[in-house]
């Protein structure tokens, strides 16, 4: 058999083409998770798998990284805004989302953060509250998680409304507060995330409720009896 010949049979026998591990691995962080860290893992894989293929003609796998980054750039951005959408922004923003619109006077930010009551409330009638607010502490400044009264723990997570003990600084004065937070609609079992109530803790003054109509937050033990636990 002449030099040609051998050449022509070699090129003819094509060995089975193995699949690039990188384009599996993407396919693997993206398909079975649909959370955004997971997603981000396989899109920055279904990359380097791409350059690996490059690389690497003899294994497959190009539709697989391709589907992988488009899935996982979808599923990511879809996965976050529902994260964001149910919840996520309420607990990175915290109070601040809850009292901006409150001490702003505006009836359509209370309608996005609130529920019940407050929702239904005037211009006229939310100033009223934060007239006599001001009157007391002066003008809204900031709120953040207070750190003299940690939240309970034992919180159940069953409750669909649970109390944020809250700092509030105002322009005269910082004061203790809590808000009401309802997780889900205790009927439907539907996420909400949206503050129901607020009672301002004053116990020279007397406390202040927000808004008329809903039940106050539920009490906070005292700082003093919550005791170290055991070692």
């Known amino acids: 058999m002449n030099t040609d010949a051998l050449t022509e049979v070699q090129e003819s026998i094509q060995l089975p083409r193995t699949w690039n591990r990188t384009a599996v691995l993407s396919a693997m962080f993206c398909i079975p998770f649909c959370c955004p860290p997971m997603t981000l893992l396989g899109v920055g894989a279904g990359v380097f798998a791409l350059r690996s293929l490059r690389n690497n003609p003899d294994t497959k796998g190009a539709w697989l990284a391709w589907t992988s980054i488009s899935f996982g750039v979808v599923a990511t951005i879809l996965a976050t805004w529902l994260y964001w959408a149910s919840g996520l922004r309420t607990i990175l923003l915290g109070p601040t989302v809850a009292l901006a619109p409150l001490f ?27 007239a006599q607010v001001e009157s007391r502490y002066g003008k809204f400044v900031s709120a953040q998680l207070s750190d003299q009264r940690p939240t309970p723990l034992e919180q159940s997570w069953k409750r669909s409304m649970v109390v944020i003990p809250i700092t509030i600084q105002f322009s005269s004065s910082e004061v203790q507060a809590d808000l009401g937070l309802e997780r889900f609609h205790e ?45």
């Open 104 to 130: 702003a006077c505006d009836p359509q930010g209370m309608q996005q953060e609130w529920a019940g009551p407050a929702t239904t409330l005037t211009r006229d009638q939310l100033t009223e509250f934060t």
């Open 187 to 231: 009927k439907t079992g539907k996420s909400t995330m949206v503050w129901r109530s607020l009672r301002i803790v004053d116990p020279a003054r007397g406390d202040m409720l927000f808004p008329n109509g809903e039940p106050a937050p539920p009490d906070l033990p005292p700082l003093e009896s919550v005791k170290p636990a055991k070692t």
